[in-house]
């Protein structure tokens, strides 16, 4: 390829390899209550990363599941101290200054303390997928300071407080343009040229449907129609109410998918490294597209797997029953996990745990497969369609960073299930 014309990103999987992929170790994930899932998460990042391609190269990662083991442990530790001394620290200041302490409110502090830890998340992610990652057989890196970057998350969280989320598309640039300069490609740093500007209509439009919905629908459960058929009266509300719930939701839902194809068109074509340039026109029909056949492929395959489910847990119980040799009567046809007591025998609680792992695992796999093997690679592959570069001959002097000596893993991001792919 001329190194002068636009470089193509490329996303190309053979076909059926990811669900293949994502069915075999989710399946194994979801038996194992999520032990495999760092395992999972290896092989799912090695074959997205080798089918994604800039100028007919692939990315390369060379991540392993031992580290996210290791980095989410010490992440689970770190947490479940800090939280603990967070949580006493509470109860300390409500009995010395109130009477009573609401559990209400102790939980809404509690969740206010763990955002700054979410973000902290989501920069050592980021760091460690660079780090692991190389292309033409150049690492990728990151340094920076994650105290600065929680200044400026902190800083631009309560203004968008303040303003109610109208400052929002600064606080996402502000946090993409720090995130994006602490960046490397080799000894090369990447540099972010952009502002909020752009897309802040977008933003607008999606701020005020949402409010403008809330409203309406507000209004709607306050009106009461209706007409007499048959001498019965019709609440036409009732029926009318569920529908203009979706028109709503609908409506916002287009212009929030409009808004993010906006800013991820931003962030994509904001970046830079020496003089290379990437271009890219995502619009809403690559958000859209995506999530009509992620909807119609749970409707559809959730349909059959709850039938089939249904009658594994009806046989399974029934099995149960027969051995714990009680009247079928006596027995919800339930897997609720309450109703293990009624089982006296080992062989009724055998058959009622296994009904209830298998219920659980199948319900798991089909959450993974929805999001892992339907959603996130159409997404994905609009993504880099959307996308070119130009420049990549200024890369040509570009030489390797010196390896740092330890990498650490994306634990609290795991730890936190905020990591994604």
Request: aromatic fraction near 12%; charge should be positive; glycine fraction near 10%.
């Amino acid at each position: 390829m001329n190194e002068t014309e636009p470089a193509p990103f490329r996303f190309a999987p053979a076909q059926g390899e990811l669900q293949d992929l994502v069915l075999r170790d989710g399946a194994i994930s979801a038996l194992s209550f999520g032990a495999y899932r760092f395992w999972m998460k290896t092989h799912l990042r090695g074959l997205i990363w080798r089918r994604t391609t800039l100028g007919g190269d692939p990315f390369e990662y060379d991540g392993t599941a031992l580290e996210l083991l290791r980095g989410a442990l010490i992440a689970v530790l770190a947490l479940s101290s800090g939280l603990l001394v967070f949580n006493l620290g509470l109860a300390y200041v409500g009995l010395a200054l109130w009477s009573s302490w609401s559990p209400g409110l102790s939980a809404a502090l509690s969740a206010i303390a763990i955002l700054p830890v979410l973000e902290f998340a989501r920069f050592a992610a980021r760091r460690y997928r660079l780090r692991r990652t190389r292309w033409r057989g150049l690492r990728f890196g990151m340094d920076g300071s994650v105290f600065a970057f929680l200044r400026i998350w902190l800083g631009w969280s309560l203004l968008m407080a303040l303003t109610l989320g109208l400052s929002r598309p600064w606080l996402r640039v502000a946090r993409e343009r720090y995130l994006s300069r602490a960046m490397l490609y080799g000894d090369a740093r990447f540099d972010f040229e952009g502002g909020a500007r752009g897309i802040f209509r977008d933003w607008l439009s999606v701020w005020f449907a949402a409010m403008m919905a809330l409203g309406a629908y507000m209004l709607v459960r306050q009106i009461r129609f209706g007409v007499i058929y048959g001498g019965v009266r019709v609440d036409i509300m009732s029926f009318a109410t569920p529908v203009i719930a979706l028109i709503l939701a609908w409506l916002v839902f287009r212009l929030w998918c409009r808004y993010r194809a906006m800013e991820l068109a931003l962030f994509m074509s904001a970046r830079r490294v020496r003089g290379v340039r990437i271009a890219c026109d995502l619009d809403e029909r690559g958000l859209i597209r995506p999530a009509l056949a992620t909807l119609v492929r749970a409707i559809l395959a959730g349909a059959v797997l709850a039938v089939l489910l249904i009658a594994f847990a009806t046989l399974m119980l029934r099995l149960a029953v027969a051995i714990e040799g009680g009247d079928p009567s006596a027995f919800a046809l339930s897997l609720d996990l309450s109703l293990l007591g009624r089982f006296e025998t080992f062989g009724g609680r055998a058959t009622f745990i296994f009904a209830a792992w298998i219920n659980y695992a199948a319900g798991m796999l089909f959450l993974m497969w929805l999001w892992q093997a339907v959603w996130w690679p159409r997404v994905h592959g609009n993504l880099m369609a959307a996308s070119t570069a130009t420049g990549l001959e200024t890369l040509a002097d570009v030489r390797q960073r010196p390896e740092e000596k330890t990498i650490a893993a994306e634990g609290f991001a795991d730890a936190l299930d905020v990591a994604g792919l």
